[in-house]
């Protein structure tokens, strides 16, 4: 069955600092991948989105992924995150012909100013 | 555009009771889906459609039932609530093949 990873379960980080969170899947076919955002007391927001072409991909507030497929990897990164970015990131898979939808079980994001 | 709204926001059921939850888009999106938060859990798709008319098993439906009777509108029903059914529920909507998911706000359900 497909599967999402997320090792990271919660990261606290200081204003400034380089964020970076792992995200691994299992699907060998044809996959489009996504990042999504959930601030405190709120609904998913996408954060940026992979289908194909250039592996790397840039999102929203400064937040890029780079798609390597050898290694079943979509990694999020920001060079400096703010307090602002606080929140739980989800990595997303949508594959296969019915367009199974599979989340990963989540980053918590601190970031102390 | 409203784009996903669900209703209603929060609920409290006893064990036992039945309810439905409604998912309502007005983006013209075929597929639409229906799922559960728990912590430390991300979120597990509970059944999807992907068309007027159409159902399908996710992740985990047992104890759920749904309905696509009408493109825009997408009901998640619970027969008989158990405790184990407290959660927070997300219903979702896309396009077609490739397009990104819109999430709607959520409902906080609570089972005593």
């Known amino acids: 069955a497909q599967s999402v990873s997320q090792h990271n379960h919660h990261v606290i980080l200081s204003e400034a600092a380089s964020l970076e969170l792992g995200c691994n899947y299992s699907?060998?076919?044809?996959?489009?991948l996504f990042w999504y955002v959930q601030y405190p007391g709120q609904h998913l927001q996408l954060l940026l989105k992979y289908f194909s072409g250039d592996p790397l991909v840039k999102g929203i507030k400064g937040f890029e992924a780079e798609f390597i497929k050898s290694k079943f990897s979509f990694n999020l990164r920001k060079p400096s995150v703010q307090w602002s970015d606080t929140a739980e990131y989800f990595c997303?898979?949508?594959?296969?012909?019915?367009?199974?939808?599979?989340f990963g079980t989540g980053t918590k994001l601190q970031v102390i100013p | 555009n409203a784009g996903v709204t669900q209703t209603p926001k929060f609920r409290v059921l006893k064990t036992g009771q039945s309810m439905t939850l409604l998912c309502a888009q007005d983006?013209?999106?075929?597929?639409m889906y229906w799922y559960r938060q728990d912590p430390g859990m991300g979120l597990r798709l509970i059944h999807y459609?992907?068309?007027?008319?159409?159902?399908a098993k996710g992740e985990v439906p047992d104890g759920y039932n749904v309905s696509r009777l009408k493109k825009q509108n997408f009901l998640l029903g619970l027969e008989s609530a158990a405790p184990s059914q407290t959660s927070v529920y997300f219903c979702a909507s896309r396009q077609g093949q490739g397009a990104e998911q819109y999430f709607g706000p959520g409902t906080r359900l609570t089972v005593t």
């Open positions: 997303v898979t949508v594959s296969g012909g019915y367009q199974k939808v599979t």
């Open positions: 459609s992907v068309g007027e008319g159409t159902t």
């Open positions: 699907y060998g076919g044809t996959v489009n």
């Open positions: 983006m013209n999106h075929e597929y």
